[in-house]
């Protein structure tokens, strides 16, 4: 009996074969590796259980297949795990498909059904996810896909394959998304880290980033709040603190380790977007000036009491640089 007739008992043999190698099974099974060696000694153990449970791994048209591999597409996306790279990319495949499909030509003509154009936003979804592309470039087609929710919601859309006006802003967005698919360029070969980790963080009143390297402070800023800033909300403030920690310090390419003691801007500058205007309206600043800097943002979250940059929020002033790093509290 085929595996795809018993679920259950599939991935409960699956667990076993491959208990403690770092990997499981979804649809097919991919043994990874650090490095080739470890690779081959992971196959030869899940072969060697294989083997010992009369379980037959065969891929597709009947070959088994166990070679080690360091380009390969899966799930939709084409990884090169060559040593020298570790970079990745859309499945040239399906890149093509989506960019080509007739709801794709359908929303650049302004006019199609909400089927089509809910295939193309899926696609174009995916797409900024796999390639890096930050969300806040297509504000219009975002709020035109989140019209279209509510008027589905509130059945002023009868069906799902009426005809819509798409407007001349969204067709510019998808277009323009559209030839970055085509392109189809890859991620991550050149982006190594940089050396740097940007620390920021906000209170009610003050603003502070700090630039650690080599394991001590080398350059900062800080600034208040004031104005009609004043009142805006923390999440707000702390996003702005992290921009102009890039726009003010960030000026070494490669990858920008950035700590943020809130998760909610660590959600944010990860998807490239924030549903508050404001806060996205800070964002696609610093967005702009990493990416014209060559800086891809890499933040991470840190607990209140280990953000370095804490102390600089609340009335300290700034230290002289190069200055040694504190001890988190």
Known sequence: MGWSWAPCIAQRASNVLVQGLGLAWVDNFLVLGGTRDEAEQKVATFRDRAAAARVEVRAEGGDTLWEVQTRFVCVGIEFDLAADEQR??????WASKWAAAGGMKAVLAGKATARQFASVFGGAVWATDILGVPRCHFAALLAFAGRLGS???????????????????????????????????????????????????ASSREWAALVEAG?????????????????????????WALAEGVVRLCWTPGRQQCRVDNATVVGAV???????????RILSRAIRVAERRRIVLCPGWVPSGGQLADPYTRGTSLPRFPAQLPLPR
């Not at 990745?88 to 495949?93: E, G, I, K, S, T």
């Not at 059945?155 to 067709?171: G, K, T």
Request: glycine letters at 10%.
């Open 215 to 239: 394991g001590e402070f080398v350059d900062g800023a800080q600034g208040v709040f004031d104005g009609p800033f004043a009142g805006v909300h923390i999440n707000v403030k702390e996003m």
């Open 151 to 201: 008027r589905m919601a509130e059945a002023e859309l009868q069906a799902w394959d009426d005809i819509m006006d798409v407007p001349p802003s969204v067709r510019r967005e998808i277009g323009a998304l559209r030839k970055v698919v085509v392109e189809n360029a890859w991620v991550g070969g050149d982006a190594a880290e940089n050396g740097e980790v940007l620390w920021t963080d």
């Open 88 to 93: 990745h990319r859309l499945d040239p495949a």
């Open 270 to 280: 990860c998807k490239g977007s924030s549903s508050s205007y404001a806060a996205n």
